[in-house]
């Protein structure tokens, strides 16, 4: 008898169109279900970041989603800056490590990707940005100023007080004879005294209290305030980000006694601890830029770098912005920041910072 074989079928909602539209407020609870469940998203996916960015900032925000026979298959959080001194530009996303395009397949992403450019030239800007975790566009231009830090958490407290580098533990005991002391904040106040003076020692200019409170408010306990003290004062203090089992320490900083203490150096240890003790498996230690003190310090604490891939595609610019401190034009104006007092830095730093993404 001649057996032929059935040709092979796709189920139908596989072969079903992919719709993109705009994200909606109804979307919220379905949009966070996909961000939490999807491997390749981030805390940076999460919708939330739509009413912060607006609201602290003020920018337009372009969220989109990708669905397939009413399913969500894909996410795009865009959001667009638009201003005199440095540019106009829609990336995903501004203010986040990382960002771009989530999909659960070649043609929701294309879908997407698509959706995107068709936005960015329609809005006419000079680029549309994606910080990606893996390269996407090949043959688009990059930046590779960015990497990566991230670690396992082992599972015994102790073993991961050994696995720091013996320089950096020596630091670490020092903020514990010091008797350095970790508290959770149930708000931003303190987190922002302590931030805001190591920002201005730095020369970059601050957030807005308001971002800080907006982030605290829109992810409530997904966002952890830990403050240091010595003596009931404030020496360092920490704003991380929690997302399913990792730990994202994202702006943090310390007052002029840190340093003394080994405030910092305390400061990430305690998190790294209590993160051990609720079981959770990553340490994020976030984005540096190469070359950099901050990329130093975390080298110090025996994590790898590992590149970010930011993409671009030039839309109207001739080349990809280089808006950042390293950036050799910024230099007087960095030299300049530090002498401002620190009040008055504190006043006009967010009308300035809001720009740069």
Known sequence: MNMQAEPLTMPETARAEVRVRTFADADRARWDAYVRTHPDATFFHRAGWQRVIEAAFGHRTHFML??????????????????????????????CAYGGIVADDSAACQALDAAAQTLARTLKVGALEYRNQTAQHPDWPTKDLYVTFKKAILPEVEANMNAIPRKQRAMVRKGIKAGLAGEIDADTTRFFQAYSSSVHRLGTPVFSKKYFRLLKDEFGDDCEVLTIVLDGRIVASVMSFYFRDEVLPYYGGGTDAARAVAGNDFMYWDLMRRACERGLKVFDFGRSKQGTGSFDFKKNWGFEPAPLHYEYCLVRDAEVPEINPLNPKYRLFIQAWKKLPL??????????????G
């Open 66 to 95: 990708a669905e397939r026979a009413g399913d969500i298959v894909g996410v795009l959080p865009l959001a667009e800056i638009k201003s005199r001194l440095f540019g106009h530009s829609l990336g995903s996303l501004p203010f």
């Open 343 to 356: 009040p008055l830095a504190n006043a006009i730093g967010p009308h300035i910072v809001k720009n740069l």
